[in-house]
């Protein structure tokens, strides 16, 4: 099992930057990807990123270029990643979500979404 707390999103204006946080416990030493996704209201929920534990990386066009996923371990029970959003627009608004891929059954485990408003 593995227990997911985001923090970090909120209100900021056009061209802005946010951090998000995501902090995973428990079973960390068998996360295999952690990423994030996101939802608008109307639309369907899409990967904005994902980091592999071997780090590689891939990126939504979307997000290409402004956005960057990183990960730490803090200690031997918890694991973090981040997602810097960069140069925000109005059309990044969306809940977005951390999730955690696991090895061997290959379980998804998501965190409870965070709200990200871009707007003036």
């Known amino acids: 099992q593995v227990q997911l707390v985001e923090s970090g999103g909120g209100l900021v204006q056009p061209g802005g930057s946010l951090r998000l946080s995501c902090v995973a416990s428990?079973?960390?030493?068998?996360?295999?990807?952690m990423g994030w996704y996101r939802q608008a209201p109307g639309k369907q929920r899409e990967l904005v990123a994902d980091i592999t534990s071997g780090g590689r990386t891939n990126y939504s066009d979307s997000g290409r270029g402004r956005f960057t996923i990183s990960t730490i371990s803090t200690d031997n029970a918890k694991k973090t990643v981040y997602l810097q959003m960069n140069i925000l627009k109005p059309e990044d608004t969306a809940v977005y979500y951390c999730?955690?891929?696991?090895?061997?059954?290959?379980?998804?485990?998501w965190g409870q979404g965070t709200q990200v408003t871009v707007s003036s």
């Open positions: 999730i955690v891929r696991t090895e061997g059954t290959g379980s998804y485990y």
């Open positions: 428990g079973s960390i030493s068998r996360i295999a990807a």
